[in-house]
């Protein structure tokens, strides 16, 4: 902690006294707490459901907010690691004041969209995640714009499962350009089918996960799930679908023209995609970067952007998206410029 604050402790009872709850909270290791410890400089000792929080008087506050927050997400349902990071994102981004001890509450705001599907509810973490799946559910055509590890997939095939259970769509379409991600695969053996199941292998594992292996090979076998790659999109109008393209940075601007004008009556599109990570031949711009140019004031489309705050895998993740969005930002002759390493 930092050494020019004063330190502050403060005792706090988590109630009710459930080992099970209290176990969730700390996660496997104390990873969770770990996680609280590193982010916002404080010291946590735990003895059954009373803590003792040591650090800086605002840290501290924070701190205790955020056990409070998560302890109250562990009465019905499981709590991971990304939720906690997503919780500590938010406080980052409100900063080291008065509404920093406000955050917690908001961030896991009981009244926020959650999508329902057979196997559970699946919760958006963070406003932009929340504001993503409310433009999905408002919306005939969203844009998921962002970095990796952002839950612009796997939040768009939650939506689209909760919206075929609900009845309000018949048949889910999950579409990617079949472009390789830099590396030269060369020749792939097997039919078409297997030739690009690899490309679409993210889209397959959303599925899984959401409705299991076997219901997912039935609804592909009835063809209500059907998983392309973009080509098959032309001369095709598809009415009363869910269709979410993903990768679409890989698009060409005849591509992406291509596959907006395929939406039908009673059907939604959700386009994903990293501007900054374009696997298409240099100089060939990029279909999402031209549309997102083109269609910035068409009513009734909506673009969420994501930031390497929104990103909900490992902690070094998000550091790695935030180093290379600044490298980027970096002057030519400075970017270009060797740098010294200075390793012993």
């Given at each position: 902690m930092n050494t020019h604050d004063e330190v502050t402790r403060r005792q706090l009872t988590l109630e009710p006294n459930d080992p099970r709850r209290l176990s969730a909270l700390s996660g496997p290791f104390h990873e969770h707490l770990k996680l609280i410890e590193q982010r916002l400089d404080v010291a946590i000792h735990a003895r059954g459901n009373h803590f003792r929080i040591e650090g800086g008087n605002i840290a501290v506050a924070a701190a205790a907010g955020v056990l409070e927050s998560l302890y109250a997400e562990t009465h019905d349902q499981y709590l991971d690691a990304e939720t906690v990071h997503l919780l500590l994102s938010t406080l980052d981004d409100v900063g080291h004041d008065d509404a920093f001890l406000l955050a917690p509450v908001s961030a896991l705001d009981p009244d926020n969209v959650v999508l329902q599907i057979r196997r559970g509810a699946v919760k958006p973490r963070g406003e932009n995640q929340q504001k993503y799946v409310q433009n999905i559910l408002a919306h005939d055509i969203s844009f998921g714009v962002g970095p990796a590890g952002t839950g612009k997939t796997y939040l768009a095939v939650a939506a689209a499962v909760h919206m075929l259970e609900k009845d309000e769509v018949r048949r889910i379409l999950l579409v990617r350009p079949a472009v390789e991600a830099g590396e030269k695969l060369g020749f792939l053996p097997g039919d078409l089918s297997e030739k690009i199941n690899p490309y679409l292998r993210p889209?397959?594992?959303?599925?899984?996960?959401?409705?299991?292996?076997?219901?997912?090979?039935?609804?592909?076998?009835?063809?209500?799930?059907?998983?392309?790659?973009?080509?098959?999109?032309?001369?095709?109008?598809?009415?009363?679908?869910?269709?979410?393209?993903?990768?679409?940075?890989?698009?060409?601007?005849?591509?992406?023209?291509?596959?907006?004008?395929?939406?039908?009556?009673?059907?939604?599109?959700?386009?994903?995609?990293?501007?900054?990570?374009?696997?298409?031949?240099?100089?060939?711009?990029?279909?999402?970067?031209?549309?997102?140019?083109?269609?910035?004031?068409?009513?009734?489309?909506?673009?969420?952007?994501?930031?390497?705050?929104?990103?909900?895998?490992?902690?070094?993740?998000?550091?790695?998206?935030?180093?290379?969005?600044?490298?980027?930002?970096?002057?030519?002759?400075?970017?270009?410029k060797p740098v010294a390493d200075d390793r012993t």
């Amino acid at each position: 902690m930092n050494t020019h604050d004063e330190v502050t402790r403060r005792q706090l009872t988590l109630e009710p006294n459930d080992p099970r709850r209290l176990s969730a909270l700390s996660g496997p290791f104390h990873e969770h707490l770990k996680l609280i410890e590193q982010r916002l400089d404080v010291a946590i000792h735990a003895r059954g459901n009373h803590f003792r929080i040591e650090g800086g008087n605002i840290a501290v506050a924070a701190a205790a907010g955020v056990l409070e927050s998560l302890y109250a997400e562990t009465h019905d349902q499981y709590l991971d690691a990304e939720t906690v990071h997503l919780l500590l994102s938010t406080l980052d981004d409100v900063g080291h004041d008065d509404a920093f001890l406000l955050a917690p509450v908001s961030a896991l705001d009981p009244d926020n969209v959650v999508l329902q599907i057979r196997r559970g509810a699946v919760k958006p973490r963070g406003e932009n995640q929340q504001k993503y799946v409310q433009n999905i559910l408002a919306h005939d055509i969203s844009f998921g714009v962002g970095p990796a590890g952002t839950g612009k997939t796997y939040l768009a095939v939650a939506a689209a499962v909760h919206m075929l259970e609900k009845d309000e769509v018949r048949r889910i379409l999950l579409v990617r350009p079949a472009v390789e991600a830099g590396e030269k695969l060369g020749f792939l053996p097997g039919d078409l089918s297997e030739k690009i199941n690899p490309y679409l292998r993210p889209l397959y594992d959303a599925l899984y996960e959401m409705l299991g292996f076997e219901r997912v090979s039935k609804l592909i076998e009835k063809q209500v799930i059907e998983v392309a790659p973009l080509a098959y999109m032309r001369g095709r109008t598809l009415n009363n679908a869910f269709i979410i393209l993903d990768e679409a940075q890989n698009t060409t601007k005849e591509q992406m023209k291509m596959f907006l004008t395929r939406l039908g009556f009673g059907s939604k599109a959700v386009i994903t995609g990293d501007v900054t990570q374009v696997d298409l031949p240099k100089g060939q711009e990029s279909g999402l970067s031209h549309s997102l140019k083109v269609l910035h004031d068409v009513q009734g489309i909506h673009i969420t952007r994501f930031t390497a705050r929104d990103v909900v895998r490992h902690r070094l993740v998000q550091s790695i998206v935030e180093a290379y969005e600044a490298w980027d930002a970096l002057p030519t002759e400075r970017a270009t410029k060797p740098v010294a390493d200075d390793r012993t």
